[in-house]
């Protein structure tokens, strides 16, 4: 029998965060994608500490027009200029068991057009 969705992303993201481990000096830029809204964290998972963080719901991006894709681009460009400005420029990217496919693809891009490195 065949998992749905929400299973097998479940699946996928276990098998995704055995190998992927932020710490200080490379944090972890987990994705969490919801129907209508990304949002995005910078985590430190040695001494469990979030960042940065940003998301669509953001009063900087509430008045964003444009479709879902090109808000995640928005998403990935102010999560990078926080980080910079925390002095973090390195990532490790935990995409969090969804596809590497739009939304995701987007924020990475615009994570790195912003300045970060991974």
Known sequence: MAFDKQKRRLK???RIRKNIFGTPEMPRLSVYRSN???SVQIIDDVNNKTLVAASSRNKELAEAKGN???IATSVGELIAK???????NQIVFDRNGYLYHGRVKSLAEG???GGLKF
């Open 12 to 14: 996928i993201k276990k």
């Open 68 to 70: 879902k894709s090109e």
């Open 82 to 88: 926080r980080a910079l400005d925390k002095g973090v």
């Open 36 to 38: 209508k809204h990304i």
């Open 111 to 113: 994570a790195r057009k």
